[in-house]
């Protein structure tokens, strides 16, 4: 069956980085692209970008772009997100999803990691 | 980008009655609609898609309808397993994909 797992809870200082994982199973990897949303605690969804681990393409939402990076290793199926130079205002949960393949909705979603930055 | 307005931001019902939440888009999108419920704690479950069209495993008290810039969720005879926020997501004018601010979904 098909799963994300998603790397646990991240504590971190203003003006670091962090980098979250996720590690898809039970399908063809680089088949599918691997997309990344942001939820603030009690707020709505927003979405980062993706990547596309068949060829590692990647695109950025405006708003993200210079803050998160997408890399993927094909050898352990496992997409990565590294968000720079974090603020208060990056606290937040970051899921990683799957797509359908004839829409971009998500039938598959990591379980989400919090990350919380301060001083 | 398309903005979408979703309401009412919160709602409470009893059990076994029906509601709706509603999706506005700031311009047509095209059928190119999907509905998620994110429990508690949980990460969000896609509940329908291509406006209508529901995902599989979804219980069929969940219906989505709509067109143009208007979509809604019903959900009919209200469970007590029901109680989450529901987001409404608009793909055909992507990227970016965007969200509605979600409905909270209590019962009474």
């Not at chain 1, 803050?67 to 990683?96: I, N, Q, V």
Request: aromatic share 14%; net charge neutral.
């Amino acid at each position: 069956q098909v799963q994300l797992q998603q790397s646990g809870a991240e504590l971190a200082k203003p003006g670091t980085s962090v980098k979250l994982s996720c590690k898809a199973s039970g399908y063809t990897f680089t088949s599918y692209y691997i997309y990344w949303v942001k939820q603030r605690p009690g707020q709505g969804l927003e979405w980062i970008g993706y990547i596309y681990p068949g060829n590692g393409g990647t695109y950025y939402s405006e708003k993200f772009k210079g803050k998160a990076t997408f890399t993927a290793d094909t050898s352990s199926s496992t997409a990565y997100m590294l968000l720079g130079s974090l603020t208060p205002e990056d606290s937040a949960y970051y899921f990683c999803a799957r797509s359908l393949t004839t829409v971009v909705v998500f039938d598959y979603w990591g379980q989400g990691v919090m990350v919380t930055v301060s001083s | 980008d398309i903005q979408m307005t979703q309401s009412p931001a919160s709602l409470s019902a009893s059990l076994g009655e029906t509601v709706t939440i509603e999706c506005r888009a700031s311009e047509d999108i095209y059928n190119g609609l999907a509905w998620y419920q994110q429990k508690p704690g949980k990460s969000p479950q896609l509940l329908i898609y291509n406006a209508n069209s529901l995902h599989t495993g979804v219980p069929s008290r969940f219906s989505g309808s709509g067109s143009g810039t208007q979509y809604s969720l019903k959900i009919n005879s209200l469970q007590s397993e029901d109680v989450a926020s529901y987001f409404c997501q608009q793909y055909y004018n992507y990227p970016p994909l965007t969200f509605g601010s979600g409905t909270k979904l209590e019962i009474k």
